[in-house]
């Protein structure tokens, strides 16, 4: 069965550093995001992305993060400046479609720890 | 997106079905109703979804309320493995995000 994939597993980083998650979609899919968890809380949503360009985002996501489709098959979250509270396990998820029956599905994600 | 509320947790004995409430009461006409449970150091994994009929697939059923003001997952014969945080998602088409609420935690004994 297709899968999300994301790498690494887990990046250490120094606070101030940039640091980029990487994720392979499932191949077919048009939708993709980024989610975050950090550890105890809820899974919270950063960005949607369609059609090369942003679709929605939350307040967590400023100007401090960036995603980018650099190819066909890789979709990527930049932290330009990395702040302690960045540290998480970040999930990239897909779904073929946008519409509310469309399921997303997940990687196992990165978990980014900030020094 | 509706407001979801969940037990905190249950319990189940292995080999035994397991119903797993959810109450949706703001939940609007056109949203679906999504299931994904999420297994201890791993990302949400889709389980079932769903609009007014039940439905099954190979990991569980979903039975929705009538006035789908609630919802129940079920799983059949639970196993160990099927311990997890389990998350009911009323989604719209007003959005692209899911909102994760804290779940219910199932634990399953052997």
């Known amino acids: 069965e297709p899968e999300v994939t994301q790498t690494p597993s887990h990046q250490v980083t120094q606070m101030g550093q940039e640091v980029i998650l990487r994720c392979v979609p499932i191949?077919?899919?048009?939708?993709f995001y980024w989610y975050r968890q950090i550890l105890g809380q809820k899974v919270e949503f950063l960005v949607s992305f369609y059609n090369n360009e942003i679709s929605e985002k939350s307040e967590i996501f400023d100007d401090q993060f960036s995603v980018e489709r650099p190819d066909g098959s890789n979709f990527t979250l930049k932290i330009r400046s990395t702040k302690l509270e960045d540290s998480a396990m970040y999930f990239c998820a897909s779904s073929a479609g946008g519409h509310s029956n469309q399921p997303q599905h997940f990687g196992d994600g990165t978990r980014l720890s900030i020094l | 997106d509706a407001k979801t509320t969940q037990p905190n947790s249950m319990e189940s004995n292995e080999e035994e079905p397991v119903h797993l409430p959810c109450n949706h009461s703001?939940?609007?006409?056109?949203?679906?109703i999504h299931w994904y449970r999420q297994l201890p150091s791993q990302g949400p994994e889709y389980v079932i979804h769903g609009l007014t009929s039940n439905v099954n697939n190979r990991m569980a059923s979903l039975a929705i309320a009538e006035d789908r003001k609630s919802s129940t997952l079920i799983l059949h014969r639970a196993t160990l493995r099927d311990a997890a945080v389990y998350y009911c998602i009323p989604h719209s088409n007003t959005g692209n995000q899911f909102y994760f609420g804290t779940g219910t935690s199932l634990t399953v004994i052997p």
């Open positions: 191949s077919n899919h048009l939708y």
């Open positions: 703001t939940i609007s006409g056109t949203d679906y």
